[in-house]
């Protein structure tokens, strides 16, 4: 199975921006739809962005869409989320997950990271 590790995840204030990387394990990835999603404790986990396997196409909830950019580069293994203009509501653990589908749901992920803690400051 394929592992993801991600990184970025860190304490911003609001208005502020992070950068989270997920690098792959296997070349598996290149072939893969890969997405974010973020959890807070005592919510359901929710899909905050995907991109599909070539990078042609992408897909954000909508609390992300003009803020959060996904993007990736299959020769290094490694998906990106650019998150900019950072509200305190973007508080979450951060998720990196290999999806069968876009937009995915949970049940539609392969594999999930270990996460990667944002904290948005008021």
């Known amino acids: 199975q394929v592992q993801l590790v991600e990184s970025g995840g860190g304490l911003v204030q609001a208005g502020g921006s992070l950068r989270l990387s997920c690098v792959a394990s296997?070349?598996?990835?290149?072939?893969?739809?890969m997405g974010w999603f973020r959890q807070v404790p005592g919510k359901e986990r929710e899909f905050v962005a995907a991109?599909?396997?070539?990078?042609?196409?992408?897909v954000y909830t909508d609390s992300a869409k003009g803020r959060f950019t996904i993007s990736r580069d299959n020769a290094k293994n490694t998906v990106y989320l650019q998150m900019n203009s950072l509200k305190p509501e973007d508080t979450a653990i951060y998720y990196c997950?290999?999806?069968?589908?876009?937009?995915?749901?949970?049940?539609?992920?392969?594999?999930w990271g270990q996460g990667t803690p944002v904290t948005v400051s008021s």
């Open positions: 991109i599909s396997w070539n990078g042609a196409s992408t």
């Open positions: 296997r070349s598996t990835f290149r072939d893969s739809h």
């Open positions: 997950a290999v999806c069968y589908r876009l937009p995915p749901r949970v049940i539609d992920v392969g594999s």
